[in-house]
């Protein structure tokens, strides 16, 4: 693997005080309310701060590390204990309660009233863009991306993770499962793009299967596909991984890769101790196998905050990532996506132990933007889950609510969900909030 050497040392830094301004829009309370152990303050470092410390073994698996923080974080353990208490329905139960709780302390309806409320109020907007919106319902076109969740494992945990993904998640699909996806694909003409998630997909034993199958599939029949490796990155240097640049670079995999700062401390307070060097290390694998300037080899990063804040512009953070990142380490990729934290699983017990939740649905309600509605990825995604769930969205997924109890076995192409309208519920403001967000980013 790469060693710590490749990367530069910095010496740029900015103030505290400028990071929420420079990265987002904060809630009420600010970024000087906002402290956690998991979630720290940034204690004078920020997003400029790039250096990194040498990995005790960089050639050793992370699954030691995190299963070691894990268990020395008093809230992971708490919040593990609360599972086996009330079981995952019940938190999905309470945090929504939660959610609904603070959307009546503020007078706003559900989502679809809202939505449908502003409408009648304002007009459709864009008159060339047949509004997805019939009777206080969202209804989707013909999906072009059919993304899988391929299992919840993953060598990291981190702490805004909305699938609760972590090397203790042992969910994983089957390959009559897999299978019966790529079937769907082919039998689907819309689908262009196959998205392909976790947890950490590449640990899944049916990821290296699902891309080869699909990429001489779309070669035999002369389709245009794009295949997704929704890629933490740390999996690269994960033993037995050693070859993963250069599978995903054969198979013309885009690699679309969280890092959501490009400073140590940063990212080490979001997503694990040792992460952020990793990254850096993944990063430089995958621009020596071409990612990032070979054409045809598309590199992305995904920014998220690190607060209850919203993303700022994505491209004048694509332009900072850019300088900083090929300053300090000769880092190179394409393009930048800004997420927002969805209210949900690991954020969502983040804001309700702070006391936040108010304040988060208050800033994602006052920031609501309706050009943000036909972006809304639920209106062309459909989202299997590893056991072969269908779901209109990644989010959806995770809060159980699926599309009609069906599966992929149950329907012959995606097509067959158009008549189903998508189910929406409070969770929903996160993806209408200022610029927007989805899986491909900002929405306008
Ligand atoms: S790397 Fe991704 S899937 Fe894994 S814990 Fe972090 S956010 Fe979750
Ligand atoms: S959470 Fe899912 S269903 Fe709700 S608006 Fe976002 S993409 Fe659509």
Same mark, same amino acid.
């Given at each position: 693997?790469?060693?710590?050497?490749?990367? =530069?040392?910095?010496?740029?830094?900015?103030?505290?005080?400028?990071?929420?301004?420079?990265?987002?829009?904060?809630?009420?309370?600010?970024?000087?309310?906002?402290?956690?152990?998991?979630?720290?303050?940034?204690?004078?470092?920020?997003?400029?701060?790039?250096?990194?410390?040498?990995?005790?073994?960089?050639?050793?698996?992370?699954?030691?590390?995190?299963?070691?923080?894990?268990?020395?974080?008093?809230?992971?353990?708490?919040?593990?204990?609360?599972?086996? =208490?009330?079981?995952?329905?019940? &938190?999905?139960?309470?945090?929504?309660?939660?959610?609904?709780?603070?959307?009546?302390?503020?007078?706003?309806?559900?989502? &679809?009233?809202?939505?449908?409320?502003?409408? $009648?109020?304002?007009?459709?907007?864009?008159?060339?863009?047949?509004?997805?919106?019939?009777?206080?319902?969202?209804?989707?076109? $013909?999906?072009?991306?059919?993304?899988?969740?391929?299992?919840?494992?993953?060598? #990291?945990?981190?702490?805004?993770?909305?699938?609760?993904?972590?090397?203790?998640?042992?969910?994983?699909?089957?390959?009559?499962? @897999?299978?019966?996806?790529?079937?769907?694909?082919?039998?689907?003409?819309?689908?262009?793009?196959?998205?392909?998630?976790?947890?950490?997909?590449?640990?899944? /034993?049916?990821?290296?299967?699902?891309?080869?199958?699909?990429?001489?599939? @779309?070669?035999?029949?002369?389709?245009?596909?794009?295949?997704?490796?929704?890629?933490?990155?740390?999996?690269?240097?994960?033993?037995? #991984?050693? $070859?993963?640049?250069?599978? +995903?670079?054969?198979? =013309?995999? $885009?690699?679309?890769?969280?890092?959501?700062?490009?400073?140590?401390?940063?990212?080490?307070?979001?997503?694990?101790?040792?992460?952020?060097?990793?990254?850096?290390?993944?990063?430089?694998?995958? !621009?020596?196998?071409?990612?990032?300037? /070979?054409?045809?080899?598309?590199?992305?990063?995904?920014?998220?905050?690190?607060?209850?804040?919203?993303?700022?512009? #994505?491209?004048?953070?694509?332009?900072?990532?850019?300088?900083?990142?090929?300053?300090?380490?000769?880092?190179?990729?394409? !393009? +930048?996506?800004?997420?927002?934290?969805?209210?949900?699983?690991?954020?969502?017990?983040?804001?309700?132990?702070?006391?936040?939740?108010?304040?988060?649905?208050?800033?994602?309600? !006052?920031?609501?933007?309706?050009?943000?509605?036909?972006? +809304?990825?639920?209106?062309?995604?459909?989202?299997?889950?590893?056991?072969?769930?269908?779901?209109?969205?990644?989010?959806?997924?995770? +809060?159980?609510?699926?599309?009609?109890?069906?599966?992929?076995?149950?329907?012959?192409?995606?097509?067959?969900?158009?008549?189903?309208?998508?189910?929406?519920?409070?969770?929903?403001?996160?993806?209408?909030?200022?610029?927007?967000?989805?899986?491909?980013?900002?929405?306008?």
């Amino acid at each position: 693997m790469e060693s710590m050497s490749h990367r =530069r040392a910095s010496d740029g830094r900015v103030g505290e005080g400028e990071l929420v301004g420079e990265f987002g829009v904060a809630a009420a309370g600010g970024a000087d309310a906002f402290t956690s152990s998991r979630y720290p303050r940034h204690r004078g470092t920020s997003c400029l701060e790039a250096t990194v410390t040498d990995d005790a073994n960089p050639n050793a698996s992370l699954i030691e590390t995190t299963l070691a923080e894990m268990e020395s974080d008093a809230e992971f353990q708490e919040l593990t204990e609360k599972i086996a =208490r009330i079981g995952v329905d019940g &938190m999905t139960k309470e945090e929504r309660t939660q959610r609904r709780r603070a959307l009546d302390e503020l007078g706003v309806p559900n989502f &679809m009233t809202f939505v449908a409320e502003h409408e $009648d109020r304002t007009g459709p907007g864009d008159e060339s863009t047949a509004s997805p919106i019939r009777n206080k319902k969202l209804f989707r076109s $013909d999906p072009n991306i059919l993304q899988l969740n391929i299992g919840l494992f993953c060598n #990291q945990a981190c702490n805004h993770c909305h699938v609760e993904s972590s090397p203790l998640r042992k969910e994983t699909m089957s390959s009559e499962v @897999a299978a019966r996806c790529l079937r769907l694909l082919q039998n689907s003409p819309h689908v262009d793009t196959l998205d392909l998630t976790g947890g950490a997909p590449e640990l899944n /034993a049916e990821f290296r299967f699902l891309v080869r199958m699909a990429r001489e599939w @779309a070669v035999e029949n002369d389709r245009e596909l794009t295949i997704i490796d929704r890629c933490n990155l740390t999996v690269l240097s994960e033993p037995g #991984q050693e $070859d993963l640049a250069e599978f +995903l670079k054969d198979n =013309r995999v $885009d690699v679309v890769a969280s890092l959501p700062c490009y400073g140590e401390e940063n990212v080490d307070n979001q997503r694990g101790r040792g992460v952020f060097g990793r990254s850096i290390d993944g990063l430089l694998k995958l !621009n020596e196998a071409g990612y990032g300037t /070979a054409e045809g080899l598309s590199l992305t990063l995904v920014y998220n905050p690190g607060g209850p804040f919203l993303p700022p512009s #994505q491209s004048s953070l694509e332009a900072d990532y850019k300088r900083e990142l090929d300053e300090k380490f000769g880092v190179k990729f394409n !393009n +930048l996506l800004t997420i927002t934290n969805m209210p949900i699983k690991r954020f969502a017990d983040f804001l309700a132990r702070e006391g936040k939740m108010k304040e988060y649905m208050e800033l994602l309600v !006052n920031n609501y933007n309706p050009e943000t509605v036909p972006g +809304l990825m639920c209106l062309n995604t459909i989202s299997v889950g590893w056991d072969g769930t269908l779901y209109d969205c990644d989010f959806n997924q995770q +809060l159980g609510m699926d599309i009609q109890k069906l599966s992929v076995f149950d329907i012959e192409c995606l097509t067959d969900l158009q008549k189903y309208s998508v189910k929406t519920d409070n969770h929903c403001f996160g993806c209408s909030a200022g610029a927007g967000s989805s899986c491909q980013g900002a929405t306008v």
